[in-house]
């Protein structure tokens, strides 16, 4: 087959065709996002209606990430049988039926199975999709492209709290009857469905990936592909996937060993960017900003809208993060995003220790503490969505080699929700048995932490082709 290389008007005229098709395949992270952070508003309302405690509401909370941990070890192997537009549709139907069943549970174990039916999805496309993007992408562009992923998953979470407040607001209160006298924090969860019925059909009219064309012996519809998406010299692309893909095998766990038999550094690397990614905490202001800030005396309605306001700043956050991940690189912005955030968790940590409690058991913070408290946290998720979001998400796509990129993106993934999976958990019994200050202060160790390990271990990748990774 002989393909001319791509001119420069031909590359810039498949632009938005590389741009449409990524997004649709990001739309699993935009059900990610909701789907994870929809319980915010709902915490206090699941204690409530199914009578748990604590510990019983934080694994509610917390289940969603056993079932993602399990959705991200097996959605790469599924993807490499059967291609990778299959695995996004089965992921559509999953978050479907989870949303339907949570909104009907009647008991905690209902909730709980419906959770991790949810969690299987969040997982599954938490690997394809930046997998599939970073497959489709020219390499001048893997990069702002990669990050559509993340910026899929903080409008997710911002659309889950204002779905939440205004569900909330109309019914007047998360607990209150809505329409068809079923409960507001019901309709909460329900209304997932409809995203994740247009995320399965957008998944069937987008291309196969070429790498997966390719693997299948079906070089002329990859050619098409590559051509299509701007690639610039398609002869090439195809006999260098063709080389890797030769080169492969069936993925095996022994892949990722070393000669000494421990994991490869990179694999490494790779799990604890994950691992790091949840341990600053992050999701601890999107699974439990409503019971964060009601902690500190504030009303429900004004913690709904307080969620409103952090999710506005993670999604601005994430598009600084597409402007500059090409032209800084992607180390650079780990290290800014670990210094601010290790900033801004120490001065919540302080604020929270030296605030008295009340006889209500929340804390009693002064109008100006309160006001600095909301700024750092914000700044907090600032930091992150600038950095840690969406670069771990982008570099986790393309650091690996062709020949273990499913399965150490797979391990990587799996490492990042059981790391969110123990904060979570945490979280409730420390606020309600070491306080908000010990708890922000082992997010802020974590932060510094991040920045040592980046500054030591993690590689720039700007700019290479996947193939030569």
């Known amino acids: 087959m002989s393909r001319q290389p ?21 739309a699993g992270g935009f059900l990610f996002g909701f789907d994870s952070s929809v319980i915010n508003g709902t915490v206090d ?5 199914f009578g748990t405690g604590a510990a019983g509401t934080g694994f509610s909370v917390a289940s969603v990430l056993l079932g993602c941990a399990v959705g991200a070890l097996f959605a790469g192997r599924l993807a490499n049988r059967f291609g990778r537009k299959p695995v996004m549709v089965l992921t559509s139907v999953l978050f479907v039926i989870s949303a339907l069943g949570c909104a009907a549970a009647m008991n905690t174990e209902t909730f709980v199975f419906f959770r991790l039916v949810g969690g299987l999805a969040v997982g599954a496309a938490s690997v394809i999709a930046p997998a599939y993007i970073a497959e489709v992408s020219p390499a001048r562009l893997r990069g ?16 889950a709290f204002v779905s939440n407040y205004l569900l909330a607001y109309i019914a007047g209160g998360v607990t209150n009857e809505l329409w068809l006298s079923v409960s507001a924090w019901r309709w909460m969860y329900g209304v997932e469905a409809v995203p994740a019925l247009l995320y399965g059909i957008g998944a069937l009219l987008i291309p196969e990936s070429p790498r997966f064309l390719v693997q299948q012996g079906r070089d002329e519809e990859a050619a098409i592909v590559l051509e299509r998406v701007g690639e610039p010299d398609v002869p090439m692309r195809l006999r260098e996937i063709r080389r890797t893909v030769d080169s492969d095998h069936k993925p095996r766990l022994s892949d990722l060993l070393g000669p000494n038999g421990l994991p490869q550094r990179i694999v490494v690397v790779g799990m604890l960017l994950s691992a790091f990614q949840q341990f600053v905490g992050i999701n601890v202001i999107f699974y439990y900003g409503a019971v964060l800030w009601s902690a500190v005396g504030l009303s429900e309605q004004n913690s709904l809208l307080i969620n ?10 994430t598009v600084v993060a597409i402007m500059f991940v090409d032209r800084v690189g992607r180390r650079p912005l780990l290290l800014a995003g670990s210094v601010g955030m290790a900033i801004t968790l120490g001065l919540m940590s302080f604020l929270f220790s030296g605030a008295p409690v009340g006889a209500d058991g929340n804390l009693q913070l002064t109008r100006t503490v309160g006001i600095v408290a909301l700024v750092a946290a914000n700044m907090f998720v600032f930091s992150f969505g600038v950095s840690w979001g969406p670069v771990v998400w982008v570099m986790l796509g393309e ?54 390990f980046v500054l030591t271990m993690v590689k720039e990748t700007k700019g290479m082709a996947l193939e030569d990774m």
């Open 6 to 26: 791509a001119s420069p008007q031909q590359i810039h005229a498949t632009l938005p065709f590389v741009i449409l098709i990524s997004c649709a395949a990001a």
């Open 45 to 49: 309302a699941l204690g409530k209606a």
């Open 144 to 159: 702002r492209l990669g990050t559509l992923q993340q910026m899929a998953i903080v409008i997710g979470i911002f659309m």
């Open 308 to 317: 409103i306001i952090t999710g506005t700043v993670n999604v601005g956050s």
């Open 399 to 452: 650091m690996f080699n062709n020949r273990i990129r499913a399965l150490a993106l797979a391990i990587g993934a799996a490492v990042q929700w059981i790391a969110n999976f123990a904060i979570t958990m945490t979280f409730p019994l420390m606020l309600h048995g070491l306080g908000l200050g010990f708890a922000y202060g082992i997010y802020a160790a974590a932060a510094v932490l991040s920045g040592i």
